[in-house]
């Protein structure tokens, strides 16, 4: 059974990993579009279309008239739940699809105040979104070494990023995890540095939805939950690190790194050092 209309292509780099190939928030698929008419297909997730590679004219219906414009790299169109697009491709191209759960959209519009309603939108612009599409592409290329928890942050962000571009939020005291609660989390969290945590799963711990539990831990925390995790992540290793009593492989298992290479990418960029260059200060 598949939550993923026939026509588009099956994914890849997930499978390699073990990953399961629809992820619970936000997947991302790299699909073909043929030359000729194409009727975007029909899917129960909101779909951005990336336009990958050179520029390319098209022309497109959108209520009842026809358009014509140019299809740049980076750009992209929202196609809500439900819904479909019709295109008049002058040759064949290449978008990059991000399938969005309309059920965490329902729940980032309710945590910001926001109507839920997505309406459909050609060629639009936004660095945010593109961000956020190319570390999708990343991960799935990489069989997702950032594991769940940061593909359902990149999921929210690109919620929340959506609601912005398309309506004005209702002004809000910024709010935190009250204290106990905070600690009750960070307590779950060093419990199971080694595993995939997901984003849903630390705001169950915390008694909140996801989309409500992400603003206020970045408010008790300081940083984003997934740097957080990353954060003591790389601590833990640096401490098993200094012990001496066990090999690279080991030490990225325990804690929760997809492999040593990953662990020492997040190591660089949260204490600027090596983990050879931390074992050689023990």
Same mark, same amino acid.
């Given at each position: ?10 994914? #890849?780099?997930? &499978?390699?990993?073990?990953?399961? @190939? *629809? /992820?619970?928030? %936000?997947?991302?698929?790299? =699909? $073909? ?117 940061? #593909?359902?942050? &990149?999921?929210?962000?690109?919620? @929340? *990023? /959506?609601?912005? %571009?398309?309506?004005?939020? =209702? $002004? ?111």
């Amino acid at each position: 059974m598949t939550d993923r209309p026939a026509s588009y292509p099956a994914p #890849a780099g997930a &499978l390699l990993a073990g990953v399961p @190939a *629809r /992820l619970p928030n %936000l997947d991302v698929l790299t =699909s $073909p579009v043929p030359s000729g008419v194409f009727d975007s297909p029909v899917d129960h997730r909101h779909v951005l279309c990336l336009h990958l590679g050179t520029p390319a004219p098209v022309s497109y219906r959108i209520a009842r008239g026809e358009r014509q414009g140019v299809r740049l790299h980076g750009q992209f169109c929202v196609v809500p739940a439900g819904s479909s697009t019709r295109w008049f491709m002058s040759r064949p191209v290449h978008s990059l699809l991000l399938r969005l759960q309309p059920a965490l959209l329902g729940e980032t519009a309710d945590a910001m105040g926001l109507r839920t309603e997505l309406a459909p939108s050609i060629h639009i612009r936004d660095p945010q979104i593109e961000r956020i599409g190319w570390m999708m592409q990343a991960e799935e290329h990489d069989a997702y070494p950032g594991g769940r928890l940061f #593909a359902d942050s &990149l999921a929210s962000a690109l919620a @929340a *990023r /959506l609601l912005a %571009l398309q309506c004005r939020p =209702s $002004p809000r005291r910024a709010r935190a995890l009250p204290p106990g609660t905070f600690r009750r989390v960070v307590e779950y969290i060093e419990a199971h540095l080694d595993q995939d945590l997901s984003l849903a799963e630390l705001a169950a711990v915390a008694g909140f939805s996801a989309s409500h539990f992400k603003p206020l831990f970045r408010q008790a925390a300081g940083v984003p939950v997934h740097q957080f995790v990353v954060e003591r992540r790389v601590e833990r290793a640096r401490a098993r690190l200094l012990e001496g009593t066990q090999n690279l492989v080991e030490i990225a298992l325990e804690t929760g790194f997809a492999h040593p290479s990953h662990m020492a990418r997040c190591m660089r960029r949260v204490l600027g050092v090596t983990p050879s260059q931390v074992r050689g200060r023990g």
